[in-house]
Each structure stands twice: as C-alpha cells, then as structure tokens.
T-cell receptor, first 111, second 116 residues
Framework: QKEVEQDPGPLSVPEGAIVSLNCTYSNSAFQYFMWYRQYSRKGPELLMYTYSSGNKEDGRFTAQVDKSSKYISLFIRDSQPSDSATYLCAMSGNYGQNFVFGPGTRLSVLP | NAGVTQTPKFRILKIGQSMTLQCAQDMNHNYMYWYRQDPGMGLKLIYYSVGAGITDKGEVPNGYNVSRSTTEDFPLRLELAAPSQTSVYFC???????????????FGEGSRLTVL
C-alpha cells in the first residue's frame, strides 16, 4: 500500500461546478496537511495548509481533514477555467519537514 | 523577488555523462530540497539540507550528490547519467519556523532532463 494515494484523473468538469479532490493515507503520524496546485510546466505552489483535523476555508477553496479515516479533501466552489491544473496533496508528521506527496489529480475546468 | 531559480530548464544527456543542476534562492531560507517528479508517481525527495554545510539523503538518493556551501545555493550533481534519471527535477526551499504556513515549500520552475 502506498503511503499516500490520490486518484490521478484526469477529471473534467464544466465551469461553475463544485469539484472534490481527495487523498487517503496510511501513516497515522501525519499531522500537517497541504494542497499544492501545479500548472503545466511550472513548479507546485501552496494552495491550502491545515494542521490536524478540521476544516479550513479560503475563498472558493475548502480543505477538510479527517484523521480518524485518514482522508483529506479539497473542495473548489464555482470552478473556473483558471483552476485547470494538477492538484497535489502533501502531508508530514514532523514540524515543517519530511513531506510525502500524492501523485496528483489533473483537473480540467471547461468553459 | 526571484524566489527559487533553477538552471538549466531543459537538458539532454547521453548515458554516462555527468552534469550539475543549479538551484539558488534569495529568501534566506535555511531548508532546501531536491525532488524528482515522474508521471503518476508524485514528488520523490532526493536530498535535502537544513543549512549550509549539512545535507542528508531523501527517499531516492542513488546516482546523485549534493553540496551546500552557502545558504543560497544547493546544486544537484548527476554522475554517470542513466535513462532511469530521465525526469523533471524541482528544487524547493522553506523556513519551518517562519510565517503562518510553517514548512511551506517554495518551488522553482523545474529542470527537465532526458537521458538517451
């Protein structure tokens, strides 16, 4: 079993749709959870950051962490073509170190 | 503010050749990392450094070497290139105790390497 699993997609949705992206993990020591967005031929950039369980909202983006189920989610409301990118989940058990990345989900938002 | 700068952006190598990927950051970050990204495999950590003069192996260090003589620079050396090293390489930096998103990684734009 891989340490972090993520559906690679591709996922295609119409503009304005609600998008749900998910990762599952096996290491119960993970406490820091992140979502990175990566545009084609660019480096990843941090989108959302969550510590331990719970929800965090930032504009159209909501990150959820369920440590009991070892499951994290990223929701995108009112999706836009500019949201088309690959979304990588990442997690760590150490303070700011030793990140483990999921393989990424490629999202296309169609106008 | 340049952030993390990687050179070269593209390179083709022949089997057995050697080369160095350059990485520089201007954010005064103490942590620096090298990752490789292969299709469907996510980012795999090659080497990392917690400060000048200190380096350590990541998940996939074989075939690579690093050095960290200054805070700003963290070059990655490929010795005796093999086709299995064909990948996109990303350098990243962070400052774990600074800012609201502790441990946030700042990535360069990547170096695409093909070994033929």
């Amino acid at each position: 079993q891989k340490e972090v699993e993520q559906d690679p997609g591709p996922l295609s949705v119409p503009e304005g749709a609600i998008v749900s992206l998910n990762c599952t993990y096996s290491n119960s020591a993970f406490q820091y959870f992140m979502w990175y967005r990566q545009y084609s031929r660019k480096g990843p950039e941090l989108l959302m950051y969550t510590y331990s369980s719970g929800n965090k909202e930032d504009g159209r983006f909501t990150a959820q962490v369920d440590k009991s189920s070892k499951y994290i989610s990223l929701f995108i409301r009112d999706s836009q073509p500019s949201d088309s990118a690959t979304y990588l989940c990442a997690m760590s058990g150490n303070y700011g170190q030793n990140f483990v990345f999921g393989p990424g989900t490629r999202l296309s938002v169609l106008p | 503010n340049a952030g993390v700068t990687q050179t070269p952006k593209f390179r083709i190598l022949k089997i057995g050749q050697s080369m160095t990927l350059q990485c520089a950051q201007d954010m005064n970050h103490n942590y620096m990392y090298w990752y490789r990204q292969d299709p469907g495999m996510g980012l795999k950590l090659i080497y990392y450094s917690v400060g000048a003069g200190i380096t350590d192996k990541g998940e996939v260090p074989n075939g690579y070497n690093v050095s960290r003589s200054t805070t700003e620079d963290f070059p990655l050396r490929l010795e005796l290139a093999a086709p299995s090293q064909t990948s996109v390489y990303f350098c990243a930096s962070s400052y774990p105790d600074r800012g609201p998103n502790t441990g946030e990684l700042f990535f360069g734009e990547g170096s695409r390497l093909t070994v033929l």
